[in-house]
């Protein structure tokens, strides 16, 4: 499964960020992050975008409550680093990456 949630971190990390390129290129709102109000006015523009940020923003949220808790009960390490890769690029990508950082840590403490 390891190569299989390296595999999805890659592809999570570059689909959507495709679009974060190109919208950085067209605005100059670097990763959406230089123009904070203006990134914040596009994702609520209207109800479908709406509705699709909150689900978004709703999962984030879910997955910083359950990964810090898989990281307490593994013992895990840099979570933080984690927050910060899903946070710059996205959950498309940090999902996955959780789940092989994860997935290292079990395969460590099982001794294979």
Same mark, same amino acid.
């Given at each position: !499964? ?22 950085? !290129? =067209? ?6 992050? =230089? ?15 709406? #509705?699709?940020? !909150? ?5 984030? @949220?879910?997955?910083?409550? %359950? $990964?810090?808790?898989? #990281? =307490?009960?593994?013992? !895990?390490?840099?979570?933080? %680093?984690? %927050?910060?890769?899903?946070? @710059?690029?996205?959950? @498309? ?8 950082? =994860?997935?290292?840590?079990? $395969? ?5």
């Amino acid at each position: !499964m390891k190569k299989t949630y390296l595999s999805l971190t890659i592809i999570g990390t570059l689909l959507p960020n495709i679009f974060v390129l190109l919208e950085s !290129m =067209r605005s100059g709102n670097i990763l959406l992050y =230089r123009y904070p109000i203006d990134t914040f006015q596009s994702m609520f523009s209207n109800y479908i975008s709406s #509705a699709f940020i !909150m689900d978004l923003l709703f999962i984030v @949220a879910l997955f910083l409550f %359950w $990964s810090f808790s898989e #990281a =307490r009960k593994y013992k !895990m390490k840099n979570l933080g %680093w984690i %927050w910060l890769y899903t946070f @710059a690029l996205g959950i @498309a990508g940090g999902l996955p990456l959780f789940l092989y950082v =994860r997935d290292e840590y079990l $395969s460590k403490s099982n001794g294979e």
